[in-house]
């Protein structure tokens, strides 16, 4: 167990909707990060956060947005759903800056229908 | 073309061998490479982190990094079934983890 927790596990919608999925990043760590991963893509950095502040983008699209609260959980908004934005989503927290492990979640599965 | 490829195998060997996971890069500003293990169903963990070229060995686990050629590799000894997983490799141009790039993964399976 990382100490990250990712809800919702699963989550099926249809496409147009909206969902979020939220992060609980490890006790005590800053920075929160949200990846995607897809079979075609890989696993792709989408967004990280620092103590509240987003600190670097990735390739997030514009339907998506994230933001990371004052008791530092996240919580990753996808909209406008398409089909291609099926895939699985995790979210990874780091203690601070520069570098040092990062621990990433279960994941999150969006099946986008 | 992608900035790092990673053959996606599958890979099956048998027990006790030595393993050989490869990725190339184009990007030459790459100084920060990473492996990471992901068990089905499960998150990446980090496996080992090497800075520019040379090499660094953990245990079983070897990391390669030959900058010259964009090239890196990860070597499994006496691998175990519980090595099972897919690997993947990820690496950076700045200090920390921001923007990691990472490969495809490369599905691994030890056969007992």
């Known amino acids: 167990d990382s100490g990250v927790t990712q809800t919702p596990k699963h989550l099926i919608t249809a496409t147009g909707q909206r969902v979020t999925l939220r992060c609980s990043p490890r006790s005590g760590d800053l920075s929160v990060y949200w990846y995607q991963q897809s079979l075609d893509q890989g696993l792709q950095f989408l967004i990280q956060y620092y103590n509240g502040e987003e600190r670097a983008k990735g390739n997030i699209l514009e339907r998506f947005s994230a933001q990371q609260f004052p008791d530092l959980h996240s919580e990753l908004n996808l909209s406008s759903l398409e089909l291609g934005d099926s895939a699985l989503y995790f979210c990874?927290?780091?203690?601070?800056?520069?570098?040092?492990?990062?621990?990433f979640g279960e994941g999150s599965w969006l099946t986008v229908v | 073309q992608k900035e790092v490829e990673q053959d996606p195998g599958p890979l099956s060997v048998p027990e006790g061998a030595i393993v050989s996971l490869n990725c190339t890069y184009s990007n030459s500003a790459f100084q920060y490479f990473m492996w990471y293990r992901q068990y089905s169903r499960k998150g990446p963990e980090l496996l080992m982190y090497t800075y520019s070229s040379g090499n660094k060995e953990d245990g079983r686990f070897t990391a390669q990094v030959d900058k010259s050629s964009k090239y890196i590799s990860l070597f499994i000894r006496d691998s175990q079934p519980s090595d099972s997983a897919t690997y993947l490799c990820?690496?950076?141009?700045?200090?920390?983890?921001?923007?990691?790039?990472f490969g495809t993964g490369t599905r691994l399976t030890i056969i007992p």
């Open positions: 990874a927290s780091s203690s601070g800056e520069g570098y040092n492990t990062i621990y």
């Open positions: 990820a690496m950076s141009a700045i200090f920390g983890n921001e923007k990691l790039t």
